[in-house]
């Protein structure tokens, strides 16, 4: 399997946005549209492409706005967030596709992905084929409070140090008195670089502990080595995450609008960071949906991965059925 892929570009969207996409697999093969997680976590080492079967297959990747290759970068203090929103990703989205010339697609989501994802399907439901949802999310405020505060009740050390942080930090933080993830949100925005460096190291740091169970054990992710990556990670989560995802009615009140798209909800047993009630409430709301739980899993893992890409076959397969692939 080549390493590089068949094309990639640069597309301009609105507000001075620059995002980057690729292409793998059969220019005629059936259109499939990545999302990666985060928010701003980028595609990484494209491995979402050896998901689905690229000999029959287009599928399409893109960095979000603020993150990976696209510019402007939520690293830089002076990026403006304020558009960048779920809306704004939709639109580019919908920029992309017509812009690859694709008119429907199967989407694939993972983590926050598959938060964007139901977005998308439930705006522009007539340009989906299908959904493949992985580490199923809503970024819900019971979910983001849940991460970020509730299973400090787990990690009762980590958590300390976590909320200690951001109230040793100047910003008027106090526990019970205010939302952990409005505080780091306004430390990743600070003018005090120094500050946002340090409030990005401890973000880093609580994600890799409450997504160790499930995973071997507690381990640092190599990507928060990058100044650039770890700052416009913790930056974007955390701006995303304070507004609930921009999803201000909340996702499950629009299921259904696309009560009659196929998907398969993929999510682990073990997963500690977004508990398998999100998955299973989305399954009863959508009567398209098929529901796997992984026993073994966590946030991810072999299990789940080798799930992902049967769920791709089968999503794939009921399109051409249905003479849509």
């Known amino acids: 399997m080549s390493e590089v892929p068949r094309e990639s570009g640069f597309l301009e969207v609105t507000d001075g946005q620059r995002i ?9 093969g059936t259109p499939v549209l990545y999302l990666h997680g985060g ?4 595609l990484g080492a494209s491995g979402y492409r050896r998901r ?3 000999e029959r297959t287009r599928v399409v990747g893109f960095e979000q706005r603020g993150c990976g290759r696209s510019l402007p970068h939520a690293s830089d203090p002076l990026t403006d967030l304020g558009v960048n929103t779920t809306a704004h990703l939709i639109s580019d989205i919908e920029s992309l596709r017509a812009d690859r010339g694709i008119d429907r697609w199967v989407v694939n989501g993972v983590s926050w992905g598959s938060t964007l994802a139901l977005a998308y399907a439930q705006t522009h439901p007539d340009r989906v084929m299908g959904l493949v949802l992985v580490a199923v999310t809503t970024t819900s405020r019971r979910e983001v409070e849940w991460i970020t505060e509730g299973v400090g009740m787990m990690f009762p050390e980590a958590w300390d140090r976590f909320a200690a942080f951001a ?24 003018p005090d670089s120094a500050l946002r460096d340090a409030a990005s190291k401890e973000w880093a740091l609580w994600e890799d502990t409450h997504v160790s169970i499930g995973a071997g054990g507690f381990s640092r992710d190599p990507r928060w080595e990058s100044d650039a990556y770890r700052l416009a990670f913790a930056t974007l989560t955390t701006h995303y995450w304070s507004n609930s995802g921009f ?15 196929p998907g398969v909800l993929i999510h682990g047993r073990n997963d500690v960071s977004g508990p398998a009630v999100t998955a299973w409430e989305v399954h009863r709301a959508w009567p ?3 529901l796997v739980i992984d026993e073994g899993e966590g946030h ?8 992902w890409s049967r769920a791709n076959d089968d999503i794939l397969a009921a399109a051409r059925v249905r003479g849509m692939a």
């Open 52 to 54: 689905v079967d690229l």
């Open 288 to 290: 398209g949906s098929r």
């Open 39 to 42: 928010p701003g976590g980028g």
């Open 167 to 190: 109230e040793g930090s100047g910003i008027g933080y106090r526990r019970g008195e205010g939302r952990l993830i409005d505080a780091y949100a306004r430390l990743l925005r600070s």
């Open 247 to 261: 999803c201000e009615a909340g996702l499950l009140a629009g299921m259904a609008g696309i009560a009659d798209i």
């Open 20 to 28: 980057y996409w690729e292409e793998w697999g059969d220019p005629l």
């Open 300 to 307: 991810g893992g072999a299990g789940m991965i080798e799930a």
